[in-house]
């Protein structure tokens, strides 16, 4: 039987740490797996970077599989963690870059142009 429930915050254990994820423990009888996505906000590419066996950590349970097996987070665990997307800063079109990009194009194309030119008279 699982001790606990979608949502809940509780301390745990890293008891084992692996290249996609880190198992904590929750109390005697249960354990659950934090995927190396759900350990801090920033892409974590090494776990062992953030985490080390023995230590204790804040996780949220949010999810249990029919199996039994619970899906843990950190990062989903802190305060401030909010589920909301925040919004990607969407880039502005610059139309004098893009005028200015386009005559730089031209003029280039021309002396290349001139250049080839030059080549095939000798």
Do not use: C
């Not at 429930?5 to 423990?25: N, R």
């Not at 009888?29 to 950590?57: C, K, P």
């Not at 996780?59 to 039994?68: F, L, N, P, Q, R």
């Amino acid at each position: 039987m699982v001790s606990v429930q979608v949502d809940d915050v509780v301390t745990g254990k890293v008891v084992k740490l692996q290249d996609f994820g880190a198992f904590v423990e929750i109390d005697a009888e249960t354990t659950g797996l934090v995927h190396i996505s759900e350990v801090h906000r920033e892409f974590v590419d090494n776990i062992h970077a953030y985490l080390t066996e023995g230590q204790e950590v804040e996780v949220k349970v949010v999810g249990i599989k029919d199996d039994g097996r619970i899906d843990l987070s950190i990062k989903r665990a802190e305060p401030d963690w909010s589920d909301e997307p925040r919004p990607r800063p969407t880039a502005k079109v610059d139309k004098e870059f893009n005028q200015r990009l386009r005559k730089f194009m031209h003029q280039s194309d021309m002396i290349q142009g001139e250049v080839r030119k030059r080549k095939r008279a000798f």
